[in-house]
T-cell receptor
Framework: AQSVSQHNHHVILSEAASLELGCNYSYGGTVNLFWYVQYPGQHLQLLLKYFSGDPLVKGIKGFEAEFIKSKFSFNLRKPSVQWSDTAEYFC??????????FGKGTKLSVKP | GAGVSQTPSNKVTEKGKYVELRCDPI?????LYWYRQSLGQGPEFLIYFQGTGAADDSGLPNDRFFAVRPEGSVSTLKIQRTERGDSAVYLCASSSPRLAGGRDTDTQYFGPGTRLTVL
């Protein structure tokens, strides 16, 4: 069965620090990968997605993610975080029927 | 434009009661998904509609859960004989699929969810 692992449960950073959130998936075929973000009190929003092509994907708000097929990874990065990036981040892979399979999420707290 | 809406935003019920949760997808979106998010977990898939039919209901935990989408737009998730373990946030998402090899490849847009609490 497909699954997604997010290894960091809670990450605490100071403003301007660099961010990398880990995501590993288990699926041997063609993958579609996503990062969603949930800001406090808001609904899930798409940050970025990978379907094919360039493995380095750029999303909104300065986020990017790199698909590394050999490592089954799709880590999320941002060079310099802001207080407004405080949120919960979810990695997901598309399942065989089109549904999304999510990781457990990583809470990011950015200290001003 | 309007996004996915869900009502009610909060629902408190007693164990054993019946509840209905409603989802209004983005206009024109033919694909609709229900997910459940328990505390400390990511969303877990429940059921997927393509138009009026349930294309995949493999995520429904048991026969107390049922969902309908009679006109291919609004969907209702129905839970019978609620249990305390059903307490969670129920999320709905819709997409406008560009089918590729039979798979929905488009982005899913999520609603705000319904927080269900079973006492």
């Amino acid at each position: 069965a497909q699954s997604v692992s997010q290894h960091n449960h809670h990450v605490i950073l100071s403003e301007a620090a660099s961010l990398e959130l880990g995501c590993n998936y288990s699926y041997g075929g063609t993958v579609n990968l996503f990062w969603y973000v949930q800001y406090p009190g808001q609904h899930l929003q798409l940050l970025l997605k990978y379907f094919s092509g360039d493995p380095l994907v750029k999303g909104i708000k300065g986020f990017e993610a790199e698909f590394i097929k050999s490592k089954f990874s799709f880590n999320l990065r941002k060079p310099s975080v802001q207080w407004s990036d405080t949120a919960e981040y979810f990695c997901a892979v598309r399942g065989s029927q089109g549904n999304l399979i999510f990781g457990k999420g990583t809470k990011l707290s950015v200290k001003p | 434009g309007a996004g996915v809406s869900q009502t009610p935003s909060n629902k408190v019920t007693e164990k054993g009661k019946y509840v209905e949760l409603r989802c209004d997808p983005i206009s024109g979106h033919t694909a609709l998904y229900w997910y459940r998010q328990s505390l400390g977990q990511g969303p877990e898939f429940l059921i997927y509609f393509q138009g009026t039919g349930a294309a995949d209901d493999s995520g429904l935990p048991n026969d107390r859960f049922f969902a309908v989408r009679p006109e291919g737009s609004v969907s209702t998730l129905k839970i019978q004989r609620t249990e305390r373990g059903d307490s969670a946030v129920y999320l709905c998402a819709s997409s406008s699929p560009r089918l590729a090899g039979g798979r929905d490849t488009d982005t899913q847009y999520f609603g705000p969810g319904t927080r269900l609490t079973v006492l």
